[in-house]
């Protein structure tokens, strides 16, 4: 019996100090070099992948998602002291995956111009799976040397990069000095001060009140001509009437000097 107690105790023993090869990892989580772990994203299962020797491999890369999909992942390299050294955005569309499509036994490889200047793959004692890559992003290996993984996660979700950080302090100078040049205008000059429409309408009563007495000088200066009356008949009608009346005016003559 004591025999089968040492044996179970050995090799407890042993299965304590040999090292575990295989673990549970998530996103944005250092993944030591030699272990094997699988990822599961929105989009893409990574499963059982590793790093060893300047390689990063998939042992099967599968689209969930129910739209085909480049294929696409960004891993994060980091240092013995868990300091990001170069990241790799990977996004191929050539190896799009339709839906629940699979990709076996897929490798990327790890190259200098993705790392830290004079660091090399030797240098590299941790990976990380930072994202999918949804934005099929391929720049941007450089972003975060330095950095550790929880200040990349920081960055990408809650901090400003240096260009979006660039454009906000232009806007805030822009928005001051048009807030200062709106104040200098309103207190100082008259470019607002018909904002409210009263002096508008003040300024045209005044208007009106000056035209109506120009109109009043006008007509006492030059009072209008009396105008003419308006002919009922045309001067060929007046003509004959005018005629007629003299005619008739000679016979009653003549006939006035027959009586007398």
């Known amino acids: 019996m004591k025999k089968y107690i040492k044996l179970l105790i050995i090799l407890l023993l042993v299965g304590i100090t040999l090292p575990v090869k295989a673990a549970n990892y998530a996103f944005k989580e250092l993944i030591p070099q030699d272990i094997t772990t699988t990822i599961r994203g929105n989009t893409f299962l990574y499963k059982n992948l590793t ?122 100078v822009l928005l001051v000095a048009l807030v200062l040049l709106f104040v200098y205008k309103f207190l100082f000059t008259g470019a607002y001060r018909n904002m409210d429409g009263e002096d508008v309408r003040q300024e045209y009563a005044y208007i009106n009140k000056e035209l109506r007495k120009e109109r009043e000088r006008e007509l006492k200066e030059h009072p209008p001509k009396p105008k003419e009356p308006k002919k009922v008949k045309s001067d060929e009608v007046i003509e004959q009437e005018r005629i007629q009346n003299e005619k008739d005016k000679a016979d009653d003559s003549d006939l006035h000097h027959m009586y007398k």
Not at 136 to 148: D, H, K, M, V
Not at 152 to 164: H, P, V
């Open 51 to 172: 790093y060893q020797n300047g390689v990063v491999k998939f042992e099967l890369i599968k689209n969930n998602s129910k739209e085909k999909k480049p294929l696409s992942v960004s891993i994060g390299l980091f240092d013995e002291k868990g300091k990001n050294i170069g990241i790799i955005n990977y996004c191929s569309a050539e190896q799009a995956l339709n839906s629940k499509e699979e990709k076996e036994n897929f490798i990327i490889d790890i190259n200098g111009s993705s790392m830290e200047t004079g660091k090399t793959y030797k240098d590299i004692k941790y990976i990380s799976i930072l994202g999918e890559n949804s934005t099929c992003r391929l720049g941007g290996s450089q972003e975060f040397i330095g950095q550790t993984v929880e200040e990349i996660g920081m960055a990408r979700n809650n901090q400003l990069t240096s260009s979006e950080l660039l454009i906000v302090n232009i806007f805030k």
